[in-house]
């Protein structure tokens, strides 16, 4: 799991695969959808457009997880805080363009703010008219808040289980405080009834295959962008936090700034993510707040393996594919199934997925972090 | 239909007729009953008589010395009293009725029971008719009741009663009462001599209803001395009204306190005392919660003492189900804190699937025992429920019994052995692996313990323990880690300001501006209220 021993041919040869399959997915997928005739066998229906787009939205929220978790040790709990955050800040730009089509006709408000009784547009949303202003905000929201998250808590060192609690703590407020009327987001509801997207109309089907490509651009753009992290010396540095924390402090490094980077980059790749997912799915609401809905991305990195970064990518398509299957299928069971899965992936697949395919080579060392926190957790007792 | 003029006058002919008739019907009911002023016809008029005519007949009742009185007036209060349609005989009860009022020889109900029936104004004009005839009653106690009753109501009448009630009177609390309910009569007197003194004895009460009385009266008091004293009393008893709702405050506050002590007092063992992250933890409430469902369900006759055995069921059931996780999990877990808590979060949904699988997704009613339910009126200005005033006895009760046990029992030592140096515990012999199971089975028990109390307080759903598990957390690493006393104080603390900050800013700002706070405090101690020192404090 650690950078320095893992092979580097093997992780490149992975990385490569992973990005030839997305990017093959982004060729395929759309021609499927436009060109192919809508009664041969081949054609791709524009729900299953909108539904890998999703997977592949979700596949980048993974992604920035494992960015946190897998390298520098930090488990948040409140990861989908920040996606939501970004569909949110894309959700009032989506809102702001519906115009006078609303079900109110009015030309500023949005619908519930009119129901509401709102004389006029609170402050926060000025400025939303303007893709590239809520595009800024998409990124610099999530990082402002894991900033200034991160800024107290690595700084006055809450580190482990108290820092994913304290996460989930944080996402659990967000989402009270989403939920309320007066918030002004849209209460209970949220942001819905989105018409179009930079002039295109979000029902076009042209539309729904550029969200798509789109966003599998910005999940390899994502993986680039962590790749080039990890690699680098601050990504050796985060490993090092990872494995041991205080040593590396003692060592003269300033650990704090470390985790802030990473913490805030992360946050802004869920922002995106969550921007890309709004408008595919067509409305968000306080839910995706809920501290379950950020659990559950950690289940998909722990299912895919930690610390791969492909790994989380996996694991993000792998179970959000068997949750729409099995909530079509069979709902009752995918709970016991998705509880199933954490014990399971914790118990029997410490390094996911992808560490079982990696099995068979000799020369790949079991994940450090097992043995060597273990025996510290054991040496501390 | 055509519509003349002479056709609408003798429609209002015949309706004048109807009337005439009907007034004369019923005067002759009225003017029998005078002329024939028994009790007993007085009462058997009563069954006939329309609802103006039973407001005279009940005040002409009320002077009547016979025994009977206070029972007719309690029944016809209460809806119970029925006419016999055949005899007129009046009834109490309608499955087994008892002679009251005999009219003729019929002691049996001869035709069909008919209730007599009132309305609210005639019931707020019986209330104290009814307690004026208690208050010569054997019974202090009923006096009292009587007494309390009249405060605010006495009818003008009943003054010169009152007077020699009070001229009589032993017990120095009733007599108290009596002046006063005298007092808000006189506050209305013409002397204003008079109208002083009743609000110089108004003003020792701590009541509500008669702080409103004083405003009311001091709104068209024209007096300028009462006036004073008029101020001067509302004034005090304002300050007062405030203080008891302060007090009333800090007892809400103690008792959501006392929840969220009960909620987080199982995981300070397994999370505090052990360090297992257990995200199952309010899965064991609701699993406590439902065991009282259960039992409820297999003593529908005995819901009184359902509680009682619903304690230790829980206990076992969700202590069980603890041993269980931990046996099949968790053991395989330590040391690795962050796959702890993934995989007991699996199993949490798990459990939740479970129970919305067994007892379906909507929520369980779970009933309260009458000695749950109810109030203690302390005074008029400060009522304590009866089940939240249980629920902190029982949550300190819970604590000290937990403490004593790990402190005073040979479990407890081992228990507190292994958490503190596994290696060395394990070498002197003790079995560390069988207390960890008992241990986590332990603080599961325990949640099991606040479900039974949960289920008295909120809905019974497969969400129940989801709803609990950030705060208790919250109120262990707060309180601080391994220390049940911190635990204690942080949870008292929190449930407190919880209900202090709730009418400032409303209950869903006030819960996020504790999240806030408690994540702010832990910026600044991360160790929590009370640290523990020493060298097994870095992990």
Same mark, same amino acid.
């Given at each position: 799991?650690?950078?320095?021993?893992?092979?580097?041919?093997?992780?490149?040869?992975?990385?490569?695969?992973?990005?030839?399959?997305?990017?093959?997915?982004?060729?395929?997928?759309?021609?499927?959808?436009?060109?192919?005739?809508?009664?041969?066998?081949?054609?791709?229906?524009?729900?299953?457009?909108?539904?890998?787009?999703?997977?592949?939205?979700?596949?980048?929220?993974?992604?920035?997880?494992?960015?946190?978790?897998?390298?520098?040790?930090?488990?948040?709990?409140?990861?989908?805080?920040?996606?939501?955050?970004?569909?949110?800040?894309?959700?009032?730009?989506?809102?702001?363009?519906?115009?006078?089509?609303?079900?109110?006709?009015?030309?500023?408000?949005?619908?519930?703010?009119?129901?509401?009784?709102?004389?006029?547009?609170?402050?926060?949303?000025?400025?939303?008219?303007?893709?590239?202003?809520?595009?800024?905000?998409?990124?610099?929201?999530?990082?402002?808040?894991?900033?200034?998250?991160?800024?107290?808590?690595?700084?006055?060192?809450?580190?482990?289980?108290?820092?994913?609690?304290?996460?989930?703590?944080?996402?659990?407020?967000?989402?009270?405080?989403?939920?309320?009327?007066?918030?002004?987001?849209?209460?209970?509801?949220?942001?819905?009834?989105?018409?179009?997207?930079?002039?295109?109309?979000?029902?076009?089907?042209?539309?729904?295959?550029?969200?798509?490509?789109?966003?599998?651009?910005?999940?390899?753009?994502?993986?680039?962008?962590?790749?080039?992290?990890?690699?680098?010396?601050?990504?050796?540095?985060?490993?090092?936090?990872?494995?041991?924390?205080?040593?590396?402090?003692?060592?003269?490094?300033?650990?704090?700034?470390?985790?802030?980077?990473?913490?805030?980059?992360?946050?802004?790749?869920?922002?995106?993510?969550?921007?890309?997912?709004?408008?595919?799915?067509?409305?968000?609401?306080?839910?995706?707040?809920?501290?379950?809905?950020?659990?559950?991305?950690?289940?998909?990195?722990?299912?895919?393996?930690?610390?791969?970064?492909?790994?989380?990518?996996?694991?993000?398509?792998?179970?959000?594919?068997?949750?729409?299957?099995?909530?079509?299928?069979?709902?009752?069971?995918?709970?016991?199934?998705?509880?199933?899965?954490?014990?399971?992936?914790?118990?029997?697949?410490?390094?996911?997925?992808?560490?079982?395919?990696?099995?068979?080579?000799?020369?790949?060392?079991?994940?450090?972090?097992?043995?060597?926190?273990?025996?510290?957790? $054991?040496?501390?007792? | 239909?055509?519509?003349?003029?002479?056709?609408?006058?003798?429609?209002?002919?015949?309706?004048?007729?109807?009337?005439?008739?009907?007034?004369?019907?019923?005067?002759?009911?009225?003017?029998?009953?005078?002329?024939?002023?028994?009790? $007993?016809?007085?009462?058997?008029?009563?069954?006939?008589?329309?609802?103006?005519?039973?407001?005279?007949?009940? $005040?002409?009742?009320?002077?009547?010395?016979?025994?009977?009185?206070?029972?007719?007036?309690?029944?016809?209060?209460?809806?119970?009293?029925?006419?016999?349609?055949?005899?007129?005989?009046?009834?109490?009860?309608?499955?087994?009725?008892?002679?009251?009022?005999?009219?003729?020889?019929?002691?049996?109900?001869?035709?069909?029971?008919?209730?007599?029936?009132?309305?609210?104004?005639?019931?707020?004009?019986?209330?104290?008719?009814?307690?004026?005839?208690?208050?010569?009653?054997?019974?202090?106690?009923?006096?009292?009741?009587?007494?309390?009753?009249?405060?605010?109501?006495?009818?003008?009448?009943?003054?010169?009663?009152?007077?020699?009630?009070?001229?009589?009177?032993?017990?120095?609390?009733?007599?108290?009462?009596?002046?006063?309910?005298?007092?808000?009569?006189?506050?209305?007197?013409?002397?204003?001599? %008079?109208?002083?003194?009743?609000?110089?004895?108004?003003?020792?009460?701590?009541?509500?209803?008669?702080?409103?009385?004083? $405003?009311?009266?001091?709104?068209?008091?024209?007096?300028?001395?009462?006036?004073?004293?008029?101020?001067?009393?509302?004034?005090?008893?304002?300050?007062?009204?405030?203080?008891?709702?302060?007090?009333?405050?800090?007892?809400?506050?103690?008792?959501?306190?006392?929840?969220?002590?009960?909620?987080?007092?199982?995981?300070?063992?397994?999370?505090?005392?052990?360090?297992?992250?257990?995200?199952?933890?309010?899965?064991?409430?609701?699993?406590?919660?439902?065991?009282?469902?259960?039992?409820?369900?297999?003593?529908?006759?005995?819901?009184?003492?359902?509680?009682? %055995?619903?304690?230790?069921?829980?206990?076992?059931?969700?202590?069980? %189900?603890?041993?269980?996780?931990?046996?099949?999990?968790?053991?395989?877990?330590?040391?690795?804190?962050?796959?702890?808590?993934?995989?007991?979060?699996?199993?949490?949904?798990?459990?939740?699937?479970?129970?919305?699988?067994?007892?379906?997704?909507?929520?369980?009613?779970?009933?309260?025992?009458?000695?749950?339910?109810?109030?203690?009126?302390?005074?008029?200005?400060?009522?304590?429920?009866?089940?939240?005033?249980?629920?902190?006895?029982?949550?300190?009760?819970?604590?000290?019994?937990?403490?004593?046990?790990?402190?005073?029992?040979?479990?407890?030592?081992?228990?507190?052995?292994?958490?503190?140096?596994?290696?060395?515990?394990?070498?002197?012999?003790?079995?560390?692996?069988?207390?960890?199971?008992?241990?986590?089975?332990?603080?599961?028990?325990?949640?099991?313990?606040?479900?039974?109390?949960?289920?008295?307080?909120?809905?019974?759903?497969?969400?129940?323990?989801?709803?609990?598990?950030?705060?208790?957390?919250?109120?262990?690493?707060?309180?601080?880690?391994?220390?049940?006393?911190?635990?204690?104080?942080?949870?008292?603390?929190?449930?407190?300001?919880?209900?202090?900050?709730?009418?400032?800013?409303?209950?869903?700002?006030?819960?996020?501006?504790?999240?806030?706070?408690?994540?702010?405090?832990?910026?600044?101690?991360?160790?929590?209220?009370?640290?523990?020192?020493?060298?097994?404090?870095?992990?």
């Amino acid at each position: 799991m650690a950078i320095s021993s893992q092979p580097r041919l093997l992780s490149d040869t992975a990385s490569r695969c992973l990005i030839g399959a997305i990017a093959l997915m982004l060729v395929v997928v759309p021609v499927l959808n436009l060109l192919v005739p809508a009664d041969s066998a081949l054609h791709l229906s524009s729900y299953w457009v909108s539904l890998l787009g999703k997977y592949l939205c979700l596949a980048l929220l993974a992604l920035a997880l494992d960015l946190v978790w897998g390298y520098a040790g930090i488990l948040s709990l409140g990861h989908g805080a920040f996606f939501a955050l970004g569909g949110y800040a894309m959700g009032m730009y989506l809102m702001r363009q519906i115009g006078e089509r609303g079900v109110y006709g009015h030309p500023v408000l949005p619908d519930f703010m009119v129901f509401l009784n709102w004389q006029e547009l609170p402050w926060y949303w000025y400025g939303f008219d303007s893709f590239l202003f809520a595009a800024l905000m998409i990124v610099l929201v999530p990082g402002a808040l894991a900033f200034a998250f991160g800024w107290f808590a690595f700084r006055s060192r809450v580190t482990g289980v108290y820092l994913s609690i304290i996460t989930q703590a944080l996402t659990f407020a967000l989402m009270l405080a989403f939920f309320r009327n007066d918030m002004g987001f849209g209460g209970n509801n949220g942001l819905t009834d989105f018409k179009d997207i930079l002039g295109f109309s979000l029902a076009a089907e042209g539309t729904k295959s550029a969200l798509f490509v789109a966003s599998g651009v910005a999940l390899i753009g994502g993986y680039l962008l962590c790749r080039r992290v990890v690699t680098s010396r601050l990504g050796r540095v985060l490993v090092a936090v990872r494995e041991a924390e205080s040593r590396t402090r003692f060592l003269g490094y300033r650990v704090e700034y470390y985790k802030l980077f990473v913490f805030v980059l992360s946050a802004m790749l869920a922002g995106i993510a969550g921007a890309l997912y709004v408008p595919q799915v067509g409305i968000i609401n306080p839910g995706e707040f809920a501290p379950l809905a950020s659990i559950e991305i950690v289940v998909w990195v722990a299912v895919g393996g930690r610390g791969y970064l492909y790994g989380a990518i996996v694991g993000a398509l792998l179970v959000n594919y068997g949750k729409t299957w099995f909530t079509g299928a069979f709902p009752e069971i995918w709970l016991f199934l998705l509880g199933g899965l954490f014990v399971v992936s914790t118990l029997f697949l410490p390094r996911g997925v992808v560490g079982l395919l990696q099995k068979r080579r000799p020369r790949q060392p079991p994940p450090p972090s097992r043995h060597v926190s273990a025996q510290a957790e $054991e040496g501390a007792r | 239909m055509i519509y003349t003029p002479v056709f609408g006058a003798f429609m209002k002919l015949l309706f004048a007729l109807f009337l005439a008739i009907a007034a004369v019907g019923s005067s002759a009911v009225v003017s029998a009953a005078a002329a024939d002023s028994s009790f $007993e016809s007085t009462a058997v008029a009563l069954g006939t008589a329309s609802f103006r005519e039973k407001q005279a007949l009940v $005040e002409r009742l009320a002077a009547f010395e016979d025994p009977r009185v206070p029972q007719l007036l309690a029944a016809l209060l209460a809806g119970d009293l029925y006419r016999d349609t055949a005899s007129g005989a009046l009834f109490v009860g309608k499955e087994a009725p008892a002679l009251l009022v005999a009219s003729g020889a019929a002691t049996a109900p001869s035709g069909k029971l008919r209730k007599v029936i009132t309305n609210n104004s005639l019931r707020s004009a019986l209330r104290p008719l009814l307690a004026a005839t208690r208050l010569r009653d054997a019974d202090a106690h009923v006096r009292l009741q009587a007494a309390r009753t009249l405060i605010g109501e006495v009818p003008q009448a009943l003054a010169p009663t009152l007077v020699a009630v009070i001229a009589e009177e032993q017990r120095p609390e009733v007599r108290r009462a009596l002046r006063t309910a005298l007092a808000t009569l006189q506050l209305a007197d013409a002397d204003a001599a %008079v109208r002083s003194d009743a609000v110089r004895v108004l003003a020792d009460n701590n009541d509500k209803q008669i702080l409103t009385l004083l $405003e009311q009266r001091a709104r068209q008091e024209q007096d300028p001395e009462v006036m004073a004293a008029l101020t001067e009393a509302i004034a005090s008893l304002q300050a007062r009204e405030k203080w008891f709702a302060f007090l009333g405050d800090l007892f809400f506050g103690l008792s959501l306190g006392s929840v969220l002590l009960l909620a987080a007092v199982g995981l300070a063992i397994t999370f505090g005392v052990m360090g297992v992250i257990n995200m199952a933890h309010g899965e064991m409430i609701m699993l406590g919660a439902y065991t009282t469902y259960v039992v409820q369900l297999m003593m529908p006759d005995h819901i009184a003492l359902s509680l009682v %055995v619903a304690v230790p069921a829980a206990f076992v059931v969700s202590g069980l %189900v603890g041993i269980a996780i931990e046996r099949g999990v968790i053991r395989f877990l330590y040391g690795r804190p962050l796959e702890t808590l993934l995989a007991t979060f699996g199993i949490s949904l798990v459990l939740q699937q479970l129970v919305r699988t067994i007892f379906s997704p909507l929520n369980k009613s779970v009933i309260t025992p009458d000695w749950l339910s109810g109030s203690w009126q302390i005074n008029g200005m400060l009522s304590l429920t009866y089940n939240r005033l249980y629920i902190i006895l029982f949550a300190l009760a819970v604590l000290v019994t937990l403490v004593g046990l790990l402190r005073k029992t040979p479990i407890g030592l081992q228990m507190r052995a292994v958490t503190q140096n596994r290696a060395m515990a394990s070498s002197m012999g003790i079995r560390t692996g069988r207390v960890d199971a008992l241990t986590f089975g332990l603080g599961s028990g325990i949640a099991g313990i606040a479900g039974v109390a949960l289920s008295q307080l909120t809905n019974v759903g497969p969400n129940l323990g989801q709803s609990y598990i950030i705060d208790s957390f919250l109120v262990v690493v707060f309180g601080g880690v391994g220390n049940l006393f911190g635990t204690f104080v942080a949870a008292m603390s929190l449930g407190v300001v919880t209900k202090f900050a709730e009418p400032l800013v409303g209950a869903v700002l006030a819960k996020i501006l504790i999240l806030v706070f408690v994540i702010l405090f832990i910026q600044r101690r991360p160790r929590g209220l009370f640290a523990l020192k020493g060298r097994f404090v870095e992990d």
